[in-house]
């Protein structure tokens, strides 16, 4: 005869993982400061952009003494307005040019030199890429200012060959901010493709070039597919982070000559503290956040692709 003995009730439950829920409680006590900042400092700020966002809230005025909920007034003031579908236009081409184009293309190509050169090619290639991008925004701004403006350092050397020059960040403001933020941001995407390359086999390179895939082909049908994955990554980290540029931008144009190179955050940034519209600036913050989502949908869907 067997005697079944019950479970104690003071016993704590297990998860389906077998552990007592309280230990998996008292794993998680070290994590509660970092999630309380978290809830504080990213999560607080958010929630108040989306409640502002639907309010007259103003720096001075009306807004300022008594905010009043407005629905969608500053969205529907926002699509609109042909100042802001400028500044979304702008924003498109400035991250098409200097992220997708620029920095990612130009990115590849100097880890597939650094690769195949010899150690001074790739010490000398790595400090001057990197030395662009560690170096402060508004330094940057200034250096290519002066390179870009109508007596600056291209207009020399255009009128040394014969060639005219021209005042580019009047005549081409947004072509010259893009190449201003390709000569500082390549240096990420870089390494980048410098890691992902670093972990092909060469065997597998030496095999395709053997059935007679060499340079250019292998390069296509080898190489970029296996390193798939890491091109949507970084097209993705790449083109959030050039959708936010605001001091390179500022400091070269302050988004002119009128509105030829303001892009969102500058749009946004005007109407918030020059024009003191909150409200309407915050809705334009939240429309910026929803491109940059649509852009990371786009992006994972790439990678989970890639992963099936």
């Not at 969205?75 to 702008?90: D, E, L, P, Q």
């Not at 869907?301 to 890639?306: D, I, T, Y």
Request: hydrophobic fraction near 55%; proline fraction near 5%.
């Amino acid at each position: 005869m067997t005697t079944t003995v019950a479970p104690s009730a003071a016993a704590p439950a297990p998860n389906r993982s077998g552990r007592p829920r309280g230990a998996k409680l008292v794993k998680m006590l070290p994590l509660t400061p970092a999630i309380g900042l978290m809830l504080v400092f990213l999560a607080g700020p958010i929630l108040y952009c989306v409640y502002a966002a639907f309010t007259n809230m103003a720096l001075t005025g009306t807004g300022a003494a008594n905010v009043q909920f407005v629905g969608l007034d500053n969205f529907r003031k926002a699509f609109g307005s042909n100042a802001f579908t400028n500044a979304i236009w702008m924003t498109l081409v400035f991250t098409l040019i200097s992220a997708i184009i620029g920095q990612n293309t130009l990115g590849l190509g100097l880890a597939l030199l650094m690769r195949r050169s010899t150690k001074v090619v790739r010490n000398f290639v790595g400090t001057a890429v990197i030395g662009a991008w560690v170096l402060p925004e508004v330094v940057a701004a200034y250096l290519l200012s002066a390179f870009f403006n109508d007596n600056g350092t291209l207009n020399v050397m255009l009128h040394a060959v014969g060639l005219p020059g021209q005042d580019w960040l009047y005549a081409a403001p947004i072509i010259a901010v893009s190449l201003a933020n390709i000569w500082r941001g390549t240096a990420f995407s870089m390494l980048v493709y410098s890691a992902a390359l670093s972990e092909v086999p060469k065997e597998i390179e030496e095999s395709a070039e053997m059935d007679g895939a060499a340079g250019f082909r292998r390069l296509v049908f080898v190489t970029l597919p296996m390193i798939s994955r890491a091109i949507m990554t970084n097209l993705m980290l790449i083109t959030l982070q050039t959708l936010s540029v605001f001091g390179l931008i500022y400091a070269m144009t302050r988004g002119g000559p009128g509105t030829k190179s303001q892009t969102l955050p500058l749009y946004m940034y005007e109407q918030a503290f020059s024009f003191s519209q909150i409200g309407y600036g915050t809705a334009i913050a939240l429309v910026m956040l929803a491109i940059g989502a649509v852009f990371s949908l786009i992006y994972l869907r790439g990678l989970n692709s890639e992963a099936a």
